[in-house]
């Protein structure tokens, strides 16, 4: 699906623009709670909104769970919008995309979730306008959504946001913590995906970008607020997201979903946990244990690219890097976790993007290293 996309200081003016050729009168704005106004988002876009009529729909929980969502359908029938926006992190604009999708079919929003039925009708025209740089969910077409604590991917072409503005200005105000966070999304996105067994020169492209500019400018981001930093990491954000869209996430992520539900650790600093171990694990692979059909000297050329990427000149210097990096944006790198509550509820499905397949042993040898 095509997408038309707006990048840089001041773009969030487009919208204007975007909103008059449209000829709507009913708008579905699903945003943050706070980041809204803390953002500087709703300074910028309530004077735009004016001439519309405009639905507020926040009262939701970080995490997409299909409760919310449903709540959101329901809403979203009652005012029956000729448009739908979504203004905030990659949570804000995954809730967005699920209702705007979902309330277009006809059956029990869980079925389609699961996977029990098939997606048949496309939604509203979406705007993505992401207050975050980390997440890249206004360049994909997949919806996080929990179940009972389960996590669900939903996946459909029509989920691909049809206009994004990416205003890095939005992000001035982010909090250290949260940019530390979400950063981290963004390197372990572009790194997994670089080594995904769905990759390609694409989406290759895409990850290096992204990560030389992660590895440029996080800290500064974090550290000083530094406007060109943070402006890079919208970028990076956004070119991370382009590549797990074409190769998807792989063995971090599956890993992270867990760690964040069970012990509130947010998704990126969750996600960032496992990166350096499995760049050396997949730097492992054998014939007996490989996942990518593309074969293990390919994987080992991958792996190796991406030592290099890291400006390493080894495995292990590159795992130095990736560790003093979470650690100098401040995030935690020892938790208080149960090791086997994570083994029991990780992700299959994204584990088989990951080039070099783990066994119970190799995971809790793993996860036994964050404690």
Not at 47 to 75: A, M, T
Not at 77 to 100: R, T
Not at 150 to 172: A, H, M, R
Not at 223 to 244: F, H, P, Q, T, Y
Request: hydrophobic share 35%; with cysteine.
């Amino acid at each position: 699906m095509y997408q038309q996309e707006y990048f840089g200081i001041g773009s969030t003016k487009k919208l204007k623009n975007i909103l008059s050729q449209q000829k709507i009168k009913n708008i579905f704005l699903v945003r943050g709670k706070k980041s809204y106004q803390i953002s500087g988002a709703k300074k910028i876009i309530e004077p735009i909104l004016k001439k519309y009529n405009v639905f507020e729909f926040y009262d939701f929980e970080s995490n997409p769970k299909i409760n919310d969502i449903i709540n959101g359908i329901d809403k979203f029938k009652k005012f029956n919008p000729n448009l739908v926006m979504a203004v905030g992190g990659g949570s804000v604009i995954d809730m967005a995309k699920s209702i705007n999708l979902l309330a277009a079919q006809s059956d029990n929003p869980k079925k389609y979730v699961i996977g029990k039925k098939k997606i048949n009708n496309h939604g509203k025209k979406l705007i993505a306008i992401p207050t975050t740089a980390g997440s890249g969910s206004e360049a994909t077409h997949f919806a996080v959504v929990y179940i009972n604590k389960i996590k669900y991917s939903l996946e459909n072409s029509c989920l691909l946001p049809n206009y994004v503005i990416i205003d890095p200005q939005l992000t001035f105000n982010l909090p250290k913590r949260i940019t530390a966070s979400t950063g981290m999304d963004a390197l372990c996105q572009a790194m997994e995906s670089y080594w995904s067994v769905n990759s390609n020169k694409k989406s290759k492209k895409y990850s290096k970008e992204a990560i030389n500019l992660v590895i440029n400018n996080l800290v500064l981001a974090v550290n000083k607020s530094d406007k060109r930093a943070r402006v890079a990491m919208s970028r990076a954000s956004n070119l991370a997201g382009k590549a797990i869209d074409i190769a998807k996430t792989t063995a971090c992520h599956a890993m992270s979903y867990p760690i964040t539900l069970y012990f509130n650790i947010p998704h990126g600093h969750a996600c960032s946990l496992t990166l350096s171990s499995m760049l050396v694990h997949n730097s492992n692979v054998k014939e007996n244990d490989i996942s990518d059909k593309r074969g293990v000297d390919y994987v080992k050329k991958t792996i190796s690219d991406l030592v290099k990427i890291l400006g390493a000149s080894d495995i292990n210097k590159a795992k130095e890097i990736i560790d003093n990096l979470i650690k100098e944006i401040g995030l935690k790198t020892k938790l208080d976790i149960n090791i086997e509550t994570i083994i029991k509820e990780i992700n299959l499905e994204r584990m088989k993007n990951n080039p070099r397949k783990l066994n119970k042993k190799q995971l809790r040898d793993t996860l036994r290293n964050l404690r």
